[in-house]
């Protein structure tokens, strides 16, 4: 069917008869809106009058009442785009922030940091008395700090919930010995692990953290300790890093090594393995640590279910760190997998100090 044309005489005639409503003169045109629309525009633009539309609805009738209109139940837009702009310069600061936090370490000399695997402090799996012993450990040992890489508890929810039935321990008596162990020592750092984050945005142990002044992380903690000498070394932990391989469970950290941010300490927990590969950065010239951490739940019916491999060295592991050796030292970071001779090598570093 051939398209209809209309010539520009009849279309400025149509449309200031009908006050520039472009509907009424397609109607009768027997063309489209969108062809009057840019054609009417291409006329304004050249200086043709009386196309634009002076269409006004008719005023209503007067009513006979009247109210007082009732005011925003919410906060002006105003205000609202004042608050938004400050939450994220809040959110700004926080993130910037996070990405490597310095810790000034007082002591002279070394230190040593025990690395806490998967606690897991209500499961009947559970070695309570190695928990106990080696927190004791860090508070009786000078210069050695606790970290905890996660999952402080089992934490069950939703359909998981019904695993209570499994244990001894009700989720009440959990959050109990959650704040007992966190109360135990002074902890240099603390991140949630997966079982943690289940507890969503109101994570109790984000509060009992809070109570013994310690740092708290959601996943992960990239920190700088500075040393009175003007050394830093920093530790890079996560609950998991990204990247597995069944030829090497430290593939993970070693990943996050090479590909990311050449840190001497990298710390994972998360599948209750333990793991460590180390390797040189060729361009800062430090040594990188890669360690998978297991964890405190010894016996566990889910691994043995699935038929996983028993991979557990110990349930923690002690890095000593020596700052009287030079950035580049392959010694300048050790690693323990028994913690009691991690503890004696870092008092035979600290003797007489």
């Known amino acids: 069917m051939p398209k209809r044309v209309v010539s520009d005489e009849k279309l400025i005639a149509c449309l200031r008869k009908n006050k520039g409503i472009r509907a009424v003169a397609a109607r009768e045109l027997g063309i489209s809106v969108r062809n009057i629309t840019v054609r009417a525009g291409d006329l304004i633009a050249k200086g043709v009058e009386g196309l634009e539309s002076t269409y006004q609805a008719p005023r209503p009738e007067e009513k006979d009442f009247e109210f007082t209109p009732l005011p925003m139940d919410d906060v002006s837009i105003e205000e609202l785009i004042a608050h938004r702009k400050r939450q994220f310069a809040n959110k700004r600061n926080y993130e910037e922030a996070s990405k490597l936090i310095p810790i000034r370490v007082k002591l002279d000399g070394a230190i040593g940091i025990l690395h806490f695997g998967d606690p897991h402090v209500d499961d009947d799996g559970t070695d309570i008395e190695a928990l106990e012993r080696h927190t004791a450990l860090v508070n009786a040992t000078k210069g050695l700090f606790a970290?905890?890489?996660?999952?402080t508890t089992n934490n069950w929810v939703g359909r998981l919930a019904r695993l209570y039935a499994d244990q001894s321990t009700s989720a009440a008596q959990a959050w109990?010995?959650?704040?007992?162990?966190?109360?135990?020592?002074?902890?240099?750092?603390?991140?949630?692990?997966?079982?943690?984050?289940?507890?969503?945005?109101?994570?109790?142990?984000?509060?009992?953290?809070?109570?013994?002044?310690?740092?708290y992380k959601s996943s992960e903690a990239r920190i700088a300790l500075k040393f009175p000498n003007g050394l830093e070394v920093r530790v890079n932990a996560r609950h998991d890093h990204?990247?597995?391989?069944?030829?090497?469970?430290?593939?993970?950290?070693?990943?996050?090594?090479?590909?990311?941010?050449?840190?001497?300490?990298?710390?994972?927990?998360?599948?209750?393995?333990?793991?460590?590969?180390v390797l040189k950065d060729a361009i800062s010239g430090i040594t990188m640590h890669a360690l998978k951490v297991a964890s405190y739940k010894v016996y566990d019916r889910f691994a043995k279910d699935k038929g996983f491999r028993d991979n557990a060295?110990?349930?923690?592991?002690?890095?000593?760190?020596?700052?009287?050796?030079p950035p580049e030292h392959p010694d300048l970071v050790k690693v323990w997998w028994q913690p009691e001779e991690g503890a004696d090598y870092l008092k035979f570093l600290r003797r007489g100090l």
């Open 147 to 151: 970290v905890n890489v996660g999952d």
């Open 176 to 215: 109990r010995l959650a704040e007992w162990f966190v109360g135990r020592c002074n902890w240099l750092y603390m991140i949630s692990g997966n079982h943690d984050a289940w507890s969503g945005a109101g994570d109790p142990l984000r509060w009992i953290a809070k109570q013994q002044d310690a740092l």
């Open 242 to 277: 990204s990247g597995s391989s069944i030829w090497n469970p430290a593939h993970g950290p070693m990943k996050a090594a090479i590909m990311g941010t050449r840190d001497h300490i990298y710390v994972a927990g998360h599948k209750h393995e333990s793991a460590y590969s």
């Open 313 to 325: 060295l110990s349930p923690c592991v002690l890095t000593t760190i020596n700052p009287a050796l």
